[in-house]
């Protein structure tokens, strides 16, 4: 499956952007979707999940709270809406989708296909 992910930018700190990752067909076999994200220098975060079917939600602790996932099955679209941004959120994330039917699905490691990447810049 192809995921074209977008709705990166600029915004100040305590904005808010609004992600979208669109997959090229049905997700046929997918369990699972997430996002994570690269700060520069530093390794790839898992951000967030969604259970495809049940829309059952997790989080990394730094989002909580700030972040919300969401997924419309009809549009193939997974959302990803960050609210009150830090500066410390500034990466590229990238959306991704996993098989796989046991978790975590907290690690790159357990995703199949991955989106381009979206840079998101918050300024302080």
């Known amino acids: 499956v192809q995921l074209q992910a977008s709705g990166g930018g600029l915004v100040q700190a305590g904005g808010s952007l609004r992600l979208s990752c669109a997959a090229s067909?049905?997700?046929?076999?997918?369990?699972?979707m997430g996002w994570f994200r690269q700060a520069p220098g530093k390794e790839r975060e898992f951000v967030a999940h969604?259970?495809?079917?049940?829309?059952?939600?997790y989080y990394v602790d730094s989002v909580k709270g700030r972040f919300t996932i969401s997924r419309d099955i009809a549009k193939n679209t997974v959302y990803l809406q960050m609210n009150s941004l830090k500066p410390e959120d500034t990466a590229v994330y990238y959306c991704?989708?996993?098989?796989?039917?046991?978790?975590?699905?907290?690690?790159?490691?357990?995703?199949?296909?991955w989106g381009q990447g979206t840079l998101v810049t918050v300024s302080s």
């Open positions: 969604i259970r495809w079917s049940g829309g059952s939600t």
């Open positions: 067909r049905r997700t046929f076999g997918t369990n699972v």
């Open positions: 991704a989708a996993s098989t796989k039917v046991v978790g975590p699905w907290t690690g790159a490691h357990d995703f199949d296909s």
